[in-house]
């Protein structure tokens, strides 16, 4: 009884002991750095203790719950080979019930409606005919040969990695999103197309 009495006493003291070695530290005592959060001087200093640590994903991987990874990276200042090889990409949402294409009209009109419009008419409150804090027209979407004409997959890059003035809308929305609404974008460029048809079909008839 008294050695145990003893051993329990010495057990739960405040001795302080001196710790064993550790085989592998780095995964023992992690290092307390936010991913994405580290800026290149800090990169810089780590590498000059020998800690290779780029907080950034290995290039390749997907992020867990991923639906439609998008395989083509972003063009480096000056090359557009990635933007052009984009064309060939269909958009692998092929129709939206009732439900999914409100919700894609909804995730337009919160996230590019300021710029493109509402209306899919490059008038939105940022422009506002002009008078809009942004001085240059946003791109007609539906109205304009240009962008009726620019393939899914190519549009897909420009909101993934951002074009001319817009920024990417890769952090506002993952890649399901992103298709929903360029589904949506395609889709009123189509009954834009077939509203002016009829128009012209009425017109010569007259």
């Known amino acids: 009884m008294i050695v145990i009495a003893v051993v329990i006493i010495v057990s739960c003291s ?3 002991r001196k710790p064993s070695r550790v085989y592998m530290p780095d995964m023992a005592y992690s290092r307390a750095y936010e991913t994405y959060s580290v800026t290149e001087e800090v990169k810089d200093s780590l590498k000059k203790h020998g800690i290779n640590f780029s907080n950034l994903p290995v290039p390749g991987t997907i992020k867990r719950g991923e ?6 990276l972003k063009d480096k200042d000056g090359d557009s080979t990635n933007y052009v090889a984009s064309k060939q990409i269909p958009n692998p949402i092929a129709s939206l019930d009732s439900v999914q294409s409100v919700e894609s009209e909804r995730l337009y009109l919160v996230n590019c409606g300021i710029c493109h419009g509402p209306k899919l008419d490059g008038n939105g409150p940022l422009y506002k005919g002009g008078e809009g804090p942004f001085p240059a027209k946003p791109a007609t979407l539906v109205g304009d040969a240009k962008y009726e004409a620019m393939p899914a997959g190519q549009m897909f890059y420009s909101v993934t990695y951002g074009k001319n003035k817009m920024g990417s809308y890769a952090s506002q ?3 399901r999103q992103r ?15 077939a509203g002016s048809s009829n128009s ?3 017109t010569a008839k007259k």
Not at 67 to 72: E, I, K
Not at 179 to 193: D, E, F, P
């Open 14 to 16: 405040d001795v302080q």
């Open 67 to 72: 639906m439609f990874p998008f395989a083509l």
């Open 173 to 175: 929305l993952d890649t």
């Open 179 to 193: 298709w929903m609404v360029i589904h949506y974008i395609k889709s009123k460029q189509m009954a834009g197309k």
């Open 200 to 202: 012209a079909d009425s």
